[in-house]
């Protein structure tokens, strides 16, 4: 839902105002990324008697960098224009 959320408000605010709007895109996608990252470390080498490795760990990691790039981009462009 958040990411839902997130897309929607960089689709009508690049337009607008690119540097917030990717600012916020880029924010969400580096915390998101992080948050993913500590779950998979710890999936991985955690307690091995909870085996809680699955693949949303590696694939949200994926989909937090993609909105990371994506808000850099955006705030990239704001910059040129």
């Given at each position: 839902?958040?990411?839902?959320l ?52 590696p ?20 910059r040129?224009?």
């Amino acid at each position: 839902m958040v990411a839902v959320l997130a897309i929607l408000i960089a689709a009508v605010g690049v337009g607008r105002r690119p540097h917030v709007s990717g600012g916020m895109l880029l924010g969400f996608g580096v915390q998101t990324a992080v948050l993913f990252l500590v779950y998979t470390v710890i999936a991985i080498f955690g307690n091995p008697a909870y085996n809680s490795f699955e693949p949303g760990g590696p694939l949200g990691t994926i989909g937090a960098v993609l909105l990371a790039l994506a808000g850099a981009a955006a705030v990239g462009r704001g910059r040129r224009q």
